[in-house]
């Protein structure tokens, strides 16, 4: 059964940091990994898909990484703002199936 | 337009009550999706529907009842639930319901079960 951990599940950083939000799975076969974004009491938001066969997307200041070997993602946060305040959701689709597995997230706060 | 929206945005019921809650999209995606979120959870699919038809039921209690009248609209049926029943119900809506498509997400509709 395929869990995500994600790490830490919580950060404060002051405004202008670069950060690194951490995802884990256990299940390699995966099909993607997503990351998205959740305000207080929101919908979520999709930041960067990345296909199985890829190692990285990058958006704005958003770059996202996977290895798909070991279980990890990574979402890298560039010059952070205030605006960056949320939770930050990794998901992953296994190969044989249209379910996203969530992780419980990151809830980011960044302090100006 | 690449939204999904909602309504209501917030809901309080009696145990004894019947509501609904509404998702509409309207980018000419034929998957939508009923999740469930917990405070400080993560999101729980609950039902799948592609092409208009129920695909995935994730051993939904029967007080749960979805619907999904035409391509466009998604409806969740609420009859004598529980207080645990008390969550945050996100919509999303994919193309066509197949592997690992970016989900977009609605706002959701909070609901509060006395």
């Known amino acids: 059964k395929q869990e995500v951990t994600q790490i830490p599940a919580a950060l404060s950083v002051p405004e202008g940091e670069n950060l690194v939000l951490n995802c884990s799975f256990t299940?390699?076969?995966?099909?993607?990994l997503q990351w998205f974004r959740q305000d207080p009491g929101k919908g979520l938001t999709s930041l960067l898909l990345i296909q199985s066969s890829q190692r990285e997307q990058t958006s704005g200041r958003l770059n996202a990484s996977l290895d798909k070997s070991s279980g990890r993602s990574t979402l890298y946060i560039a010059a952070s703002q205030p605006g960056d305040s949320a939770t930050y959701l990794c998901?992953?689709?296994?190969?044989?199936?249209?379910?996203?597995?969530f992780g419980s997230g990151t809830r980011l706060l960044v302090r100006p | 337009d690449t939204e999904v929206t909602q309504t209501p945005k917030h809901l309080v019921m009696g145990m004894t009550n019947k509501k609904s809650l509404k998702c509409e999209q309207h980018?000419?995606?034929?998957?939508m999706y009923w999740y469930k979120q917990k405070a400080k959870k993560p999101p729980e699919l609950m039902f799948v529907?592609?092409?208009?038809?129920?695909?995935i039921n994730e051993s939904v209690p029967s007080r749960f009842s979805p619907e999904c009248p035409n391509s466009s609209l998604l409806n969740l049926h609420l009859h004598a639930l529980q207080p645990e029943d008390s969550a945050l119900y996100l919509c999303?809506?994919?193309?066509?319901?197949?592997?690992?498509?970016?989900?977009?997400f609605g706002p959701g509709t909070r609901l509060l079960v006395l």
């Open positions: 998901a992953v689709t296994g190969d044989s199936s249209y379910k996203l597995i």
């Open positions: 529907y592609s092409y208009e038809k129920l695909s």
């Open positions: 299940d390699s076969a995966i099909y993607n």
């Open positions: 999303a809506s994919s193309p066509i319901g197949g592997f690992g498509e970016t989900q977009y």
């Open positions: 980018m000419g995606h034929r998957a």
